[in-house]
């Protein structure tokens, strides 16, 4: 069964940066497949954070990241990243990995993704 690994969450000051990173346990990485950040925050829905597209190899971030976050895909070490810069307190949640069914269109599409990993913590204190 495939799982997503992530690591790289912790507690850090208003505008630290942190990297999150989503290893794919599976033996063959498969390249018709978007990958995804998503963000939960206490009594919130799970919210997109960023997406990469397998299609066209560009990613895509929400509104509330652009600019300080920057996702990044690695196909020879299997691993999906998420570089945070200048974090705020609004970006505290559990932060998740995902992976989308194979050849998905819309990377921002949440209904896609039935892979997710287990979620790591960032905490960024007000």
């Known amino acids: 069964q495939e799982q997503l690994v992530e690591s790289g969450g912790g507690l850090v000051q208003a505008g630290d940066s942190l990297r999150l990173s989503c290893a794919n346990l599976?033996?063959?990485?498969?390249?018709?497949?978007?990958m995804a950040w998503f963000r939960q925050a206490p009594g919130n829905e799970r919210e997109l954070v960023g997406c990469?597209?397998?299609?066209?190899?560009?990613?895509y971030y929400s509104n509330a990241v652009k600019g300080r976050f920057t996702i990044a895909r690695d196909y020879a070490k299997n691993t999906f990243t998420l570089q945070m810069n200048n974090l705020k307190p609004d970006d505290t949640a559990v932060y998740y990995c995902?992976?989308?069914?194979?050849?998905?269109?819309?990377?921002?599409?949440?209904?896609?993704?039935?892979?997710w990993g287990q979620g790591t913590q960032v905490t960024v204190p007000s």
């Open positions: 995902a992976k989308s069914r194979e050849y998905a269109e819309d990377c921002t599409n949440r209904r896609d993704y039935f892979t």
């Open positions: 599976r033996r063959s990485p498969g390249s018709g497949y978007n």
């Open positions: 990469w597209r397998w299609r066209n190899q560009l990613s």
